[in-house]
């Protein structure tokens, strides 16, 4: 290392604390905004998972409880994502509010580490890492997927990280395959990634990632036997608990068509043939880019399976936006990919959906019913075009530039 490389790191520990110190000062008003919330409307989710370790420690049913009115919320995730949450119980309610949140934001970094890797390591931004760093930080949690995080309380980031963080990692000091094992055995809809190894022939990571995954479901079964059976065999079956499924929060394919008012046999067969059609294409798209070289998009695209084949899909869980930005934008260099990354960061900083639920309630004939549908299922139409963009349009445009 030469002396002027040696001087920039120097220089680049003071930028970095002034950095943190501008996110923290450019976050504070939407932290300050949910932390301040009525306590009834607060870091909801959070509740659930500390109340679940709290039913725990007190010996009760994790599965019979819910947070008390108005939200009366369930605790709807494995049983090992409830012995993990014994530790929050064990905080106080304020404390665990601000250790969570800071938790959030941690995540949030590791992903844009990690996600925006290429655009980081620019030799034209070297002197500007940190700076440039802390801009994608505060553009990132503006995102409403993001902003979800600070208002529920929810755990979606950690698992982006998690997952994100083995399948990037160069040279991980943990087992490849151990962290995304962890994230599906906490909230299953990271199992996807299980179809991504298995499709892109990753048998090591893969047979790491289900060893995890397996010992962390058994091993309830062994300490919590009732609560195990209780969720697999009961709670697991009714997508209900989960909160109301033609809400507009339900951004899934499935929550776009129950909100069609079709008859149920219906719904179910075009969902069915829908989950097919866009499973083979994104799965092919990841496959074909995990091939290519190219593990962002690849990650990208099986984040957005994640959301869009669930049976629900919030708008919380389209954290994995912010996968998606870095895969378009790239190092940053082509004009033409800049432009679309910004569009769509702008897009999913919009409420979207709401405006659509605007337009329902303003009853304005031939236009709200058709128009308001559309925008209200703005940001699940917007994970499909995301989708389209990953797999046809990117490689096309590198090919172009």
């Known amino acids: 290392m030469t002396s002027g490389e040696v001087r920039l790191i120097r220089r680049q520990w003071w930028a970095w604390a002034v950095v943190a110190l501008v996110v923290a000062v450019a976050v ?3 932290v300050h905004m949910w932390l301040t919330n009525p306590d009834d409307q607060r870091l909801v989710d959070l509740d659930v998972y500390r109340t679940g370790g709290q039913m725990l420690l007190d010996g009760r049913p994790v599965y019979d409880y819910f947070t008390p009115a108005p939200q009366l919320l369930p ?3 494995p049983p090992i994502a409830a012995m993990l949450a014994v530790a929050l119980a064990k905080m106080s309610w304020e404390t665990a509010q601000w ?3 800071a938790g959030i934001f941690v995540a949030l970094a590791v992903t844009v580490g990690f996600a925006f890797r290429d655009f980081l390591g620019r030799e034209s931004l070297r002197k500007y890492v940190p700076w440039v760093f802390g801009l994608l930080m505060i553009l990132c949690t503006y995102l409403m997927p993001v902003r979800d995080q600070v208002r529920f309380g929810q755990v979606d980031i950690l698992l982006v990280a998690l997952c994100l963080a083995d399948c990037a990692a160069r040279r991980p000091w943990w087992p490849r395959g151990f962290l995304i094992g962890l994230a599906t055995a906490v909230k299953l809809t990271p199992g996807v990634f299980l179809i991504y190894l298995l499709v892109t022939r990753q048998w090591k990571t893969f047979f790491m990632a289900s060893f995890t995954a397996a010992v962390l479901t058994l091993l309830p079964f ?7 059976v209780d969720f697999w065999f009961s709670a697991l079956l009714d997508p209900e608990r989960l909160g109301a499924n033609a809400a507009t929060t339900n951004q899934s394919i499935r929550g776009m068509l129950i909100r069609l008012y079709m008859p149920e046999m219906l719904t179910m067969a075009i969902w069915v043939v829908l989950v097919a059609v866009v499973g083979w294409y994104g799965f092919r798209g990841a496959r074909d880019a995990y091939g290519a070289g190219d593990r962002l998009t690849a990650v990208a ?3 957005l399976m994640a959301v869009l084949l669930s049976p629900v899909g919030w708008i919380h869980h389209l954290a994995w936006v912010v996968v998606v930005l870095a895969a378009i934008l790239g190092d940053g260099r082509d004009p033409v990919r ?4 910004a569009g769509v960061w702008l897009f999913y900083v919009l409420t979207v959906p709401w405006f659509g639920v605007s337009l329902l309630a303003a009853g304005i004939p031939g236009v709200s019913l058709v128009l308001g549908k559309i925008v209200q299922d703005g940001f699940g139409l917007g994970a499909l075009v995301l ?3 990953l797999v046809s349009w990117l490689p096309k445009q590198r090919q172009m530039a």
């Open 28 to 30: 504070a008003p939407l």
């Open 75 to 77: 605790f709807t995730y």
């Open 99 to 101: 250790v969570w949140t």
């Open 222 to 228: 062994g300490v919590i036997p009732q609560d195990a």
């Open 301 to 303: 695209l099986v984040g």
């Open 338 to 341: 800049l432009k679309v990354a």
């Open 387 to 389: 989708v389209w963009l």
